[in-house]
């Protein structure tokens, strides 16, 4: 009886969700080359019916030339992924970002280490790299491109990669105060409940 009621409390729980995110990010200018950052984040998940993740943090971004940016970044996370249970987390984000042309494509590969604090009192680090291509589509002053990437999750905790997000979707700049994404991301993962991800999702990039 007891295998039994194990399996059947394995199996309520469905490794599987549709989500919607949605990101806002503000910069402000302090130099040149760095511009002060505050983020915001919502996610609704059980398939669009809840809401599963709220964040709110703030950083940097610093440009080394041309090529080169690294933005460290402070985000508070209130995450409900089932009913009845709430985690608490602070992490802390050190992305480094090589950017360049080729030709009418524009290459990028973020390599990213967070450290993760929980209410629980888990410790846990990442290693996350994500490879991403744009290209523009129609006059230059429609300013819209198309993007596509993918990235991978690295976890020290258990020794090994988790988790594969591949997205796509597409990039428009109304004006150099304000650009807007729209993108489909699937997630896999063979640790987290929900691990294995269809999203739909917003990203709203305010600059000053």
């Known amino acids: 009886m007891l295998v039994f009621v194990g399996f059947a409390s394995a199996q309520s729980l469905d490794r599987t969700d549709n989500q919607f995110w949605s990101d806002v990010q503000l910069a402000v200018p302090v130099t040149k080359t760095v511009d ?3 983020l915001g984040t ?3 998940g059980r398939d669009i019916s809840h809401t599963v993740d709220e964040r709110v943090g703030v950083g940097f971004t610093f440009r080394f030339g041309k090529y080169l940016t690294v933005a460290p970044s402070y ?12 985690i608490w987390e602070n992490r802390l984000s050190f992305p480094i970002t090589v950017r360049f042309n080729l030709e009418k494509f524009t290459l990028s590969d973020r390599n990213l280490f967070e450290r993760r604090f929980r209410n629980s009192g888990a410790r ?10 744009e290209h523009p589509v129609g006059p230059d002053n429609l300013g819209l491109s198309l993007f596509v990437g993918d990235e991978v ?5 258990v020794d090994r990669w988790v988790r594969n997000r591949f997205a796509a979707g597409a990039s428009k700049v109304f004006n150099k105060h304000f650009t807007q994404d ?5 997630q896999n993962d063979g640790v987290s409940i929900p691990g294995d991800l269809n999203v739909i999702g917003t990203i709203l990039r305010f600059r000053l």
Do not use: E, K, S
């Open 182 to 186: 729209f993108f489909y991301l699937r």
């Open 75 to 86: 985000l508070g996370i209130g995450m409900q992924p089932v009913p009845r249970r709430r």
């Open 124 to 133: 846990a680090t990442r290693y996350r790299n994500r490879f991403l291509v």
């Open 42 to 44: 919502l996610r609704i």
């Open 36 to 38: 002060f950052n505050i």
């Open 153 to 157: 999750f690295y976890d020290w905790t």
